[in-house]
T-cell receptor, first 118, second 116 residues
């Protein structure tokens, strides 16, 4: 079974509107972290936001917020007031309780391509 | 700028050849992670080094190897290259273990490898 599922291969949003990118995850760990990264066409991976499994509040970073529903194992990214520069691939990733001492590798979903329409 | 430096940015080589990708982590970061991004497999974790020692292995082929040097830079060696090894290879670094709270990995800009 996939550990990170992003069901939307592509999304369109009108400039200045809000958009939600879906992410569900699968883990048996109690302690884990969820991340969203943005990958523009230039290729670099840009960290956007982080949510810890024990965090009671949903994470927010500027126009980005994470809608964390632990019981449903979902961690959707909400981008408010979309801008043309938000057009990119967006990846959801999870870091589980380490498999070995000090190891915190990320498992990524397949990504969602967001296109912002002027 | 994430502070993680990868060289070269682009690499074109022939099948059967060997290449070395280099990564300099952010200042003070002890962990280096290598990831491969290909069209069919997506982003996959390859291997992690922590302060010079191998810490975790993911889906890394036997033809691939890595090491981390005393100055903490890391190299990923890819040998007997095949067409299917064409991908974007990322290096990421993170700071010393602080548990799972907010220790995000910072990614380099990647090395795009094309095997012809």
């Amino acid at each position: 079974a996939q550990k990170i599922t992003q069901t939307q291969p592509g999304m369109f949003v009108q400039e200045k509107e809000a958009v939600t990118l879906d992410c569900t995850y699968d883990t048996s760990d109690q302690s884990y972290g969820l991340f969203w990264y943005k990958q523009p066409s230039s290729g670099e991976m840009i960290f956007l936001i982080y949510q810890g499994s024990y965090d009671e509040q949903n994470a927010t970073e500027g126009r980005y917020s994470l809608n964390f529903q632990k019981a449903r194992k979902s961690a959707n990214l909400v981008i408010s007031a979309s801008q043309l520069g938000d057009s990119a691939m967006y990846f959801c990733a999870m870091r589980e309780q380490y498999s070995g001492a000090g190891s915190y590798q990320l498992t990524f979903g397949k990504g969602t391509k967001l296109s912002v329409i002027p | 700028d994430s502070g993680v430096t990868q060289t070269p940015k682009h690499l074109i080589t022939a099948t059967g050849q060997r290449v070395t990708l280099r990564c300099s982590p952010r200042s003070g970061d002890l962990s280096v992670y290598w990831y491969q991004q290909s069209l069919d497999q997506g982003l996959q974790f390859l291997i992690q080094y922590y302060n010079g020692e191998e810490r975790a292995k993911g889906n890394i082929l036997e033809r691939f190897s890595a090491q981390q040097f005393p100055d903490l830079h890391s190299e990923l060696n890819l040998s007997s290259l095949e067409l299917g090894d064409s991908a974007l290879y990322f290096c990421a670094s993170s700071s010393r273990d602080r548990g799972l709270r907010g220790t995000e990995a910072f990614f380099g800009q990647g090395t795009r490898l094309t095997v012809v």
